[in-house]
């Protein structure tokens, strides 16, 4: 349920979803086994780095820091065949 509130039309409730995420794997590490279930919140995580509120840019990037540090090692992010964001488009 949090993670299609990732994708709502309102940036409040998009930075709120993107909140409870982080706060949830912050609490609890390790919780989240399934690789596609991860792929999938990596892939509505990336959207909302694009985002045009910068608050919901903000929290999408704390997001992705806490995947990329519990997670990174476990997954290789080129193994869906492609990549989720061009370097460019990060800075």
Do not use: C, W
């Amino acid at each position: 349920m949090v993670i299609r509130r990732f994708s709502d039309k309102v940036a409040t409730v998009k930075s709120k979803a993107l909140k409870v995420m982080h706060r949830y794997l912050v609490k609890r590490p390790g919780e989240i086994h399934d690789i596609d279930l991860l792929f999938h919140i990596l892939e509505q995580n990336v959207a909302r780095l694009r985002d045009s509120s910068a608050i919901v840019r903000k929290n999408a990037l704390k997001l992705f820091n806490k995947l990329v540090l519990e997670f990174g090692e476990r997954i290789d992010l080129n193994s869906k065949g492609g990549r989720f964001m061009p370097f460019e488009e990060l800075l």
